[in-house]
């Protein structure tokens, strides 16, 4: 397994685990803490002994927006012609396993906007979700406007966004930001045991079904569905979809083998 300096990374049976851990600066996103984190998560989708990966950080944190004290000086120029967030910010678009994030306290700002690239959001009772980009004279950057609107609708992604007001974790649930809400001490149980069912799965059919729901970010319903529809299709060409169809002909458990 990699050291890393800035986040922590183990396995637990068929879970990679990530966990951001700069506490002094509550897990404040830096260009060190980015890349390290693009390359463990790149490291456990490549990891055919891993099926599903839970992103977490510390009971106080997630993580509290981008480092902005790395950025302050930074000038326009500087920002726009080196593509500054871009796609170091977005490699967890790029994994196809599943990627769950438990989120516990703060995800604020780049927090909250990694913690929405990830498929799902596990939260905490003391969870705190919130766009303030607008307290420091920016908008949010990593994706904020897009993705919080298309989880919580207009009105209450405008109320975040402008206001840069916080939002806890029962809101969040009630908005459709989060699947569930547990006790913090249970977050992390609760997230790999999802994790682990995910992962016991056929991971070409668990990743294409992940890259199908996705798609709807992006394509009309009848684009969609006809993705959708091709991908189905294509199942039929794995070995795990016999297994799993003449498992269950036989009353018996599936044995997948990714194939
Ligand atoms: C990605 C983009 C493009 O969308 C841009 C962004 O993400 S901009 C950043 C958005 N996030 C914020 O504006 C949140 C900033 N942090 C806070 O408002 C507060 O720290 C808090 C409400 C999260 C927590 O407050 P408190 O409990 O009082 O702790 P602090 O003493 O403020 O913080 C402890 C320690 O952490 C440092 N810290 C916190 N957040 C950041 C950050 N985003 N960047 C850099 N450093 C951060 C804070 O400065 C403290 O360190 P010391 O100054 O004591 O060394």
Same mark, same amino acid.
């Given at each position: 397994?990699?050291?890393?300096?800035? %986040? !922590?990374?183990?396995?637990?049976?068929? @879970?990679?685990?990530?966990? $951001?851990?700069?506490?002094?600066? +509550?897990?404040?996103? &830096?260009?060190?803490?980015?890349?390290?984190?693009?390359?463990?998560?790149?490291?456990?989708?490549?990891?055919?002994?891993?099926?599903?990966?839970?992103?977490?950080?510390?009971?106080?944190?997630?993580?509290?927006?981008?480092?902005?004290?790395?950025?302050?000086?930074?000038?326009?120029?500087?920002?726009?012609?080196?593509?500054?967030?871009?796609?170091?910010?977005?490699?967890?678009?790029? %994994? !196809?396993?599943?990627?769950?994030?438990? @989120?516990?306290?703060?995800? $604020?700002?780049?927090?909250?906007? +990694?913690?929405?690239? &990830?498929?799902?959001?596990?939260?905490?009772?003391?969870?705190?979700?919130?766009?303030?980009?607008?307290?420091?004279?920016?908008?949010?950057?990593?994706?904020?406007?897009?993705?919080?609107?298309?989880?919580?609708?207009?009105?209450?992604?405008?109320?975040?966004?402008?206001?840069?007001?916080?939002?806890?974790?029962?809101?969040?649930?009630?908005?459709?930001?989060?699947?569930?809400?547990?006790?913090?001490?249970?977050?992390?149980?609760?997230?790999?045991?999802?994790?682990?069912?995910?992962?016991?799965?056929?991971?070409?059919?668990?990743?294409?079904?992940?890259?199908?729901?996705?798609?709807?970010?992006?394509?009309?319903?009848?684009?969609?569905?006809?993705?959708?529809?091709?991908?189905?299709?294509?199942?039929?060409?794995?070995?795990?979809?016999?297994?799993?169809?003449?498992?269950?002909?036989?009353?018996?458990?599936?044995?997948?083998?990714?194939?």
């Amino acid at each position: 397994m990699a050291e890393y300096g800035m %986040i !922590k990374v183990e396995t637990r049976g068929k @879970v990679g685990l990530v966990t $951001l851990d700069r506490p002094a600066a +509550l897990n404040a996103l &830096c260009d060190q803490l980015m890349t390290e984190l693009g390359q463990a998560l790149k490291g456990f989708d490549a990891d055919p002994a891993v099926g599903a990966i839970v992103l977490t950080g510390s009971e106080k944190a997630f993580a509290a927006g981008a480092d902005i004290k790395e950025m302050k000086d930074r000038s326009f120029p500087a920002v726009h012609f080196e593509d500054f967030i871009g796609n170091k910010w977005e490699t967890v678009l790029t %994994i !196809k396993k599943p990627v769950i994030a438990a @989120v516990a306290g703060f995800a $604020l700002g780049g927090g909250c906007e +990694l913690a929405m690239m &990830c498929d799902l959001i596990i939260a905490g009772e003391n969870a705190k979700f919130g766009q303030p980009e607008i307290k420091l004279g920016i908008i949010p950057g990593a994706g904020g406007t897009q993705r919080l609107i298309r989880a919580v609708g207009k009105s209450k992604a405008m109320d975040l966004i402008l206001t840069g007001r916080m939002m806890d974790a029962a809101e969040a649930e009630r908005a459709n930001l989060v699947t569930r809400v547990v006790p913090v001490e249970s977050l992390l149980e609760e997230a790999v045991k999802m994790a682990g069912v995910m992962a016991s799965y056929s991971l070409p059919s668990v990743a294409m079904a992940k890259e199908a729901v996705n798609a709807a970010y992006e394509m009309t319903l009848r684009e969609g569905v006809r993705f959708e529809r091709r991908l189905f299709h294509s199942l039929f060409a794995t070995e795990d979809q016999k297994e799993g169809m003449s498992a269950f002909a036989e009353k018996r458990k599936p044995d997948f083998r990714n194939a």
